[in-house]
T-cell receptor, first 111, second 116 residues
Framework: KQEVTQIPAALSVPEGENLVLNCSFT??????LQWFRQDPGKGLTSLLL?????REQTSGRLNASLDKSSGRSTLYIAASQPGDSATYLC??????????FGTGTQLKVEL | GAGVSQSPRYKVAKRGQDVALRCDPI?????LFWYQQALGQGPEFLTY????????KSGLPSDRFFAERPEGSVSTLKIQRTQQEDSAVYLC??????????????FGSGTQLSVL
């Protein structure tokens, strides 16, 4: 059974800092990995999708990497802003048409 | 529609009551998913539809949980004889095609169910 772990569980940084969120998964037989953002009381918003054949994806200040063989992904956020405060969830697609989610990293960016 | 719509937004039920949660996916989206999210946890897969066919219900926690999508658009998740452990946020998501085809998943805002 696929297990997805995210470290750290919570993170607080000052505005402007660059930061890295980590995701690891136990079964490397995946077809993609997605990073989502969840604001309190809201649903999830897809940020980046990395196909299994890709190494990274970029969108604005966000960069996600994938090392399938080692079962790891990182989400890099450059020049963090208070508006980036949210919970970030990593999810892997595999074993059928469904995603397995990690427990998330709760990020707070302080002024 | 513009996005995935779920109703009600909040539902309070007494233990033993039946509840029905509604999901209206993005128009034209073939795949529809239900997830359960407990407080402080990531979403857990419940079930998946491709059009009106329920292709995977392996995540439904018990036979008290039932989902349908009779015309391949709107879906309803029904929970019979609710228990306190059913309290969670129930998220619906849809995608245009198969996730294995690297389609993005779009989520609704969820229904927060509290069983007293």
């Amino acid at each position: 059974k696929q297990e997805v772990t995210q470290i750290p569980a919570a993170l607080s940084v000052p505005e402007g800092e660059n930061l890295v969120l980590n995701c690891s998964f136990t079964d490397s037989a995946i077809y993609n990995l997605q990073w989502f953002r969840q604001d309190p009381g809201k649903g999830l918003t897809s940020l980046l999708l990395i196909q299994s054949s890709q190494r990274e994806q970029t969108s604005g200040r966000l960069n996600a990497s994938l090392d399938k063989s080692s079962g790891r992904s990182t989400l890099y956020i450059a020049a963090s802003q208070p508006g980036d405060s949210a919970t970030y969830l990593c999810a892997v697609g595999g074993g059928g048409n469904k995603l397995t989610f990690g427990t998330g990293t709760q990020l707070k960016v302080e002024l | 529609g513009a996005g995935v719509s779920q109703s009600p937004r909040y539902k309070v039920a007494k233990r033993g009551q039946d509840v029905a949660l509604r999901c209206d996916p993005i128009s034209g989206h073939v795949s529809l998913f239900w997830y359960q999210q407990a407080l402080g946890q990531g979403p857990e897969f419940l079930t998946y539809f491709q059009n009106e066919a329920q292709l995977d219900k392996s995540g439904l926690p018990s036979d008290r949980f039932f989902a349908e999508r009779p015309e391949g658009s709107v879906s309803t998740l029904k929970i019979q004889r609710t228990q306190q452990e059913d309290s969670a946020v129930y998220l619906c998501a849809s995608s245009f095609g198969q996730l294995e085809g690297n389609e993005k998943l779009f989520f609704g805002s969820g229904t927060q169910l509290s069983v007293l």
